[in-house]
């Protein structure tokens, strides 16, 4: 809220300067920024009244004008062609600064002679003073202005952008910030006037007002004033409106909203002529109802939504807006002022279905007080009766279904150290509550009983006066202490220790760990065949419409992206979640560790070329992070997972669970996410791996006799895989490893064959073996191999 | 032949040996299985027993001699080849690179934020990021209908229940795992929430629908407004460093009273006022207060016995000031050249 700091210090003293105010505000809790001052640089700047006007000597399109200021005369050149005599003027005197009007450049002014005649100063245009963009003609001033007067006094001003956390609507007026400001200097608050005569008949044989719908309607307030004149409103209120961002329409509208800004309640002025019956009713809208909102829209209405209604028909939406049929115009001359107060919620909801977010409802969401009604309602007919005219009917009718007294907090004087951690005096405590408006009764030396002032619908509880007290007596009081006390019988989160485990594996091992965005589109996921899931209500694009259901989009975009960029390798993982369905509730968040290897034509090094991304490595990524986590019995199995290539995949399993999946993405779904060349997959369920990792290791003994080493170099044709080959090697009781170190095809190697090469380790825990065993146990190895798979050794 | 001709003549074969290779050959020769010295002594075994040992004595001496004659020789040899200056050996040739995998810079700033939290005695746990209403919103005393929703806009799940309500959400902050952890322990409560949030808002160099914080929650008896300032005063020292200041103001947030915004000063212009900062010299890096009565009361807590605070920091704005990083968007383009300076 744009809060103008001349405006404010009507309510308020003050001699700090804006900025200091700003600060304090800011510390206190109403977050301030001091904007650009009006009228800062207006030095040697002066009201002044134009006395005569005569033509210049030696030019068409000059005059020469004298003005007067404290009973000095001085006669000034001036191009300006509304310049007339007995205008208030604002004169820059010889030395002012001025901003020029064709460069936009501030600059002293200097004495000049224009066409042979000198000029002693000059008559200013809004431009010339910064004040906007006209400079064809001078500045004319109010007729009030008083001449002599430096014009920074009477018009210089510093907008304060205020902004106001939901808690505070007293504070969506000027003068709820000057008491904010009154509170925190200790100076004392200057009321607006709220006294007006009443010389019109009672005001329950003008009109009368039944509230229907008592539970969105604590109070309802009205006044009626007969025989105004409508017209525009003086100059002071509308530069107020002006300041403050709105724009002026008649007297009746512009007082509304000045008071609605000025003190904080939104009113509304119907015209009493139009009101059928002369009634006020506030009731739910009607099924199907209708009105047409002063804005020309016709807005369809339901019984959520609470209405002001005559005898027969909406005449508006209540604290939303007024309708067209009662509009105060041209013409009107009796109007029914009305001040009431709306249950929150409904009014919330009820803007947001008719997308009317006003200067009311915005104000009224916030839960403003039903005491404010009684005070604005006079503010508001006196500044009519005081603009406008017209006679004021006797009372004010006030329907007050809602009133309920919050009685007195009890505030236990140990609650404050208890909350804050330091004792403020019992003296202090009295003042700033007092200060704030609260009233306090002293009820024991232990305890006070506080009355939050009406504008105050925020404060309930102790812990609230708790924090007025402290926020006035500034934070910067707190001292600095640490925890002390018990420390917490510890539940370590499990799930986020592995993902932690997996994060350093994996970065371990030379991947770049990413984080991906985990709304998708449904093409996206529909690419890597991935089921939709859940969907937002309110989405901001159809790019990111649904929660992910895998992590492959987000990383495969990832890679395609650092491929546009020229990467030449890239190797990243994610672990992140997958949001699953799952019945009729939240949904399964399911960890998921996934990675992309794409090499593109390999690394060029200079100790030669590495080798590019393959399913191999794939494979050994996840072998060595299940390793790492502690898994064991880790297996691959064919899979047929439609996203992946057919041959190049397969299902990672533990312990015979399938705990995730590797392949070459499908050159298909590569296509569509705009991936080039070959990229591998590794996708790990980590749900499905949590129960089998971090077991403690249990320590095997080490082997006090030596091992003997045989390599084996075997044919085999092309479907002999080389697991069936490892597991009939390993099957020896004596074979404590066994590594494939070679894997060849080509001469001599007959077509449709191929030569792999293994490493195998004999070793007993019990005894030296001797060669004559090994050779033995390598010989029936390799008549089995030769038996089950026909497998010949390869000659040398 | 006689063992002292024998032992001169190994001895000067040994002083012609040039490498490690002809030292092989020569220990082969002179002391292998096969060698004079070892067919010296199966050859003696017929002999009386006397003679037999005064002769194995000697040749055992010679043996032995010929024996550290060798190794000297081969400490010698061994030298001297890595004494060789090597052509070829160019050390400014590149090093072989180790494969070296980074943290993204999100995971790095959450971990040092919690290691800072779990140095003070503090939990690390984690929430679903998919909530229902109640628990985002309405436990931390923000009933349906409240303006403060506004603070939080939210991304709806679509997904309707029972009643035709609409109450499932991605959540708006960390805050609901303050409720679910308070619906689960007795005090003492120590735990910090790193995690994924979410805002409907549209995206821009300051502003991400998807962002990061760390929730920090601590109830017990006698915790206060004093204490909270400790432990961020304390946790921001070790973020930002010693001689960085802090400052503590009173703000609003429906969760907590008091409540407080606090801010560090900012080190582009030292606290004078800069773009960065908007001119104020301060910049905002996180919430936080005294648990609001109604949120502890409505877990069943007493709140007559017990007090907490609770604090929620941006991790995104956290480590753009450590950084110096300032787009937003860059820690979602996962753009390697980014992704890498994070060492």
Known sequence: ?796 | MELQELKAQALAGLEQTADLEGLEAWRVRFLGRKGPLSQFLRSISSLPLEERRLQGESANRVKSSLQDAWQSRRESLRLAQVSTSQSGADISLPGRPMPLGRLHPITQTFRDICAAFQSLGFEVVEGPEVEWDYYNFEALNIPPGHAARDMFSTFWVDYTDDKGGHPMLLRTHTSPMQVRVMEKTEPPVRVVVPGQVFRYEATDATHEAVFHQVEGLAVDENITLADLKGTLYEVARLLFGEDRKARFRCTYFPFVEPGVDMAIDCAMCRGEGCRVCSGTGWLEILGAGMVHPNVLSRVGYDTQRYTGFAFGLGVERIAMLRHGIDDIRLFFQNDLRFLRQFR
Not at chain 1, 493 to 501: H, N, V
Not at chain 1, 770 to 788: F, K, N, P, S
Request: glycine content about 8%; some cysteine.
């Open chain 1, 1 to 796: 809220m744009k809060v103008s700091f001349r405006w404010l210090k009507e309510y308020v003293h003050t001699t700090l300067p804006p900025q200091e105010i700003a600060e304090a505000l800011t510390m206190a809790g109403l977050e301030v920024e001091a904007g650009q001052g009006l009228g800062e640089h207006w030095e040697g700047v002066r009201v002044a009244r134009v006395t005569g006007v005569a033509p210049h000597p030696n030019a068409d399109r000059l005059r020469l004008a004298t003005v007067e200021l404290s009973g000095e005369s001085h006669t000034v050149v001036c191009g300006a062609p509304n310049l007339s005599v007995g205008q208030k003027v604002a004169f820059a005197q010889i030395g002012a600064r001025l901003i020029d009007g064709h460069t936009g450049q501030t600059v002293t002014l200097k004495q000049a002679k224009i066409r042979g005649v000198t000029s002693a100063g000059m008559v200013c245009s809004e431009k010339e003073l910064g004040l906007g963009e006209s400079h064809e003609g001078i500045l004319e001033l109010s007729p009030e202005a008083p001449v002599g007067a430096p014009l920074a006094d009477y018009m210089g001003d510093t907008p304060l952008e205020v902004e106001i956390t939901p808690n505070r609507p007293d504070c969506l007026s000027v003068l709820g910030v000057a008491r904010e400001v009154a509170a925190i200097t200790g100076e004392p608050i200057r009321p607006p006037a709220l006294d007006y005569s009443e010389e019109g008949p009672p005001v329950r044989e003008l009109a009368s007002v039944e509230i229907a719908d008592p539970d969105l309607c604590p109070r309802y307030c009205a006044t009626i004033i007969q025989g105004i004149t409508l017209g525009p409103s003086p100059r002071w209120l509308q530069e107020r409106l002006i300041s403050y961002g709105m724009r002026p329409i008649n007297s009746i509208v512009d007082v509304t909203n000045y008071v609605m800004v000025e003190m904080g309640q939104p009113l509304h002025a119907f015209d009493y002529r139009t009101l059928l019956e002369s009634k006020i009713i506030v009731r739910r809208a009607r099924h199907g109802e209708n009105i047409t909102s002063l804005d020309g829209q016709k807005r369809s209405l339901n019984p959520d939504m609470l209405v002001i209604a005559d005898a027969h028909r909406a005449v508006a939406v209540a604290g939303v807006m007024g309708g067209l049929d009662t509009e105060v115009t041209e013409g009107t001359t009796d109007i029914l002022l009305e001040a009431a107060n709306f249950a929150y919620a409904s009014l919330r909801n009820t803007a947001s279905t008719l997308k009317m977010r006003t200067e009311a409802s915005m104000r009224f969401e916030r839960g403003l007080s039903p005491e404010l009604v009684p005070p604005n309602i006079k503010r508001a007919t006196q500044l009519i009766q005081q603009v406008a005219g017209g006679r004021v009917a006797k009372g004010i009718i006030d329907v007050y279904p809602g009133m309920a007294d919050a009685g007195a907090i009890v505030l236990e004087m140990t609650e404050i150290p208890r909350l804050l951690g330091m004792e403020i005096d019992r003296a202090e405590v009295l003042r700033v509550l007092k200060a704030l408006g609260f009233e306090c009764r002293e009820d024991s030396p232990e305890r006070l009983l506080v009355r939050p002032p009406y504008w105050r619908s925020d404060v309930r509880l102790p812990a609230d006066v708790v924090e007025e007290v402290a926020r006035i007596v500034g934070y910067d009081r707190l001292p600095t202490t640490v925890l002390s006390g018990r420390l917490p019988h510890r539940q370590p989160d499990t799930k986020f220790r592995l993902k932690e485990r997996v994060r350093d594996s994996l970065s371990g091992t030379g991947l770049q760990e990413a984080i991906t965005y985990p709304l998708v589109s449904a093409d996206w996921l529909e690419t890597v065949h991935c089921p939709l899931g859940l969907r937002l209500a309110n989405p901001v694009s159809r790019e990111q419409e649904y929660l992910r259901t895998s992590l492959r989009p987000g990383l495969l975009a990832a890679l395609a992206t650092n491929q546009k960029s020229g990467a030449d390798a890239v190797r990243l993982f994610e672990v992140g979640r997958a949001y699953l369905p799952w019945e009729d509730g939240l949904p399964l968040e399911r960890d998921t560790a996934a990675a992309v290897l794409w090499n593109g034509n390999g690394e060029a090094l200079w100790t030669g070329r590495q080798a590019g991304a393959d399913f191999y490595e794939a494979k050994g990524l996840v072998a060595t992070l299940l390793y790492r986590l502690g898994t064991s019995s880790v297996d691959f199995i064919p899979s047929q997972e439609p996203f992946l290539h057919p041959s190049w995949q397969a299902a990672v399993t533990v312990g015979g669970r399938v705990v995730g999946v590797i392949g070459q993405v499908h050159p298909k779904a590569a296509d569509v996410l705009e991936v080039t060349g070959p990229a591998f997959f590794v996708e790990i369920y980590l749900d499905a791996v949590a129960a089998e990792s971090g077991r403690t290791v249990t320590y095997q003994h080490l082997s006090r006799f030596p091992v003997a080493i045989r390599d084996l170099a075997l044919v085999v044709v092309e479907e002999v895989s080389a697991r069936q080959i490892t597991d009939i090697l390993s099957s020896s009781p004596l074979v404590t490893e066994v590594t494939l170190f070679d894997l060849y095809r080509g001469r001599p190697i007959p077509a449709g064959h191929k030569s792999l090469a293994f490493r195998m380790r004999f070793q007993s825990p019990k005894r030296t073996l001797t060669d004559t065993e090994v050779d033995r146990a390598q010989q029936q190895l390799v008549e089995l191999l030769g038996r089950e798979l026909g497998a010949v050794l390869r000659s040398a």
